[in-house]
T-cell receptor, first 114, second 109 residues
Framework: DTGVSQNPRHKITKRGQNVTFRCDPISEHNRLYWYRQTLGQGPEFLTYFQNEAQLEKSRLLSDRFSAERPKGSFSTLEIQRTEQGDSAMYLC????????????FGSGTRLTVV | KNEVEQSPQNLTAQEGEFITINCSYSVGISALHWLQQHPGGGIVSLFMLSSGKKKHGRLIATINIQEKHSSLHITASHPRDSAVYICATPETSGSRLTFGEGTQLTVNP
């Protein structure tokens, strides 16, 4: 297992376009998190999945954002009608919920909306 | 809601110096994470600790549960240690993390 993988690493898009990011967690980890990080700030929670179930969404996640984890493995985060304020680093992390050990982050997807 | 505060926000050191970064949190926790983030964004987990002290190479992390405080120390600092160091706490084991704002460390040769 090579850890948590995120694609793409970088995405530049025009305002109003839709974008989709993918996260492949560590296969044994049943919990998957999405965070957003803006410049100079610590990451902020967006949403998480326990297996395929999306159990919590932050109020930061407007209705333009949607996330899925259809088979309890990889997850996608889609942003519709992107705005300049969506420009940020989007981080994915996975963990085994029982122990909390092995909390592992991906390298992130840096989104720039122009 | 747990509040996590780090100090200092920025730290510049000369190579070889002993570095200390502090983290305070407001709510009792199950464990605390220290993370390292290099330019480019990827986050690496350095430590997860729930009591006492852990050491890995030149890095040492300590936590005082009663005082709700943790420190990350770097001995014999090196320019390659330059990065953002972030502390983070989960509410329960495996739950989402609340992050501090990070400490930007720059080690000059």
């Amino acid at each position: 297992d090579t850890g948590v993988s995120q694609n793409p690493r970088h995405k530049i898009t025009k305002r109003g376009q839709n974008v989709t990011f993918r996260c492949d967690p560590i296969s044994e980890h049943n919990r998957l998190y999405w965070y957003r990080q803006t410049l100079g700030q610590g990451p902020e929670f967006l949403t998480y999945f326990q297996n395929e179930a999306q159990l919590e969404k932050s109020r930061l996640l407007s209705d333009r954002f949607s996330a899925e984890r259809p088979k309890g493995s990889f997850s996608t985060l889609e942003i519709q009608r992107t705005e300049q304020g969506d420009s940020a680093m989007y981080l994915c992390a996975s963990v085994e919920s029982g122990t909390g050990y092995g909390y592992t982050f991906g390298s992130g997807t840096r989104l720039t909306v122009v | 809601k747990n509040e996590v505060e780090q100090s200092p926000q920025n730290l510049t050191a000369q190579e070889g110096e002993f570095i200390t970064i502090n983290c305070s949190y407001s709510v009792g926790i199950s464990a605390l994470h220290w993370l390292q983030q290099h330019p480019g964004g990827g986050i690496v987990s350095l430590f997860m600790l729930s009591s006492g002290k852990k050491k890995h190479g030149r890095l040492i992390a300590t936590i005082n549960i009663q005082e709700k405080h943790s420190s990350l120390h770097i001995t014999a600092s090196h320019p390659r240690d330059s990065a953002v160091y972030i502390c983070a706490t989960p509410e329960t084991s495996g739950s989402r993390l609340t992050f501090g704002e990070g400490t930007q460390l720059t080690v000059n040769p």
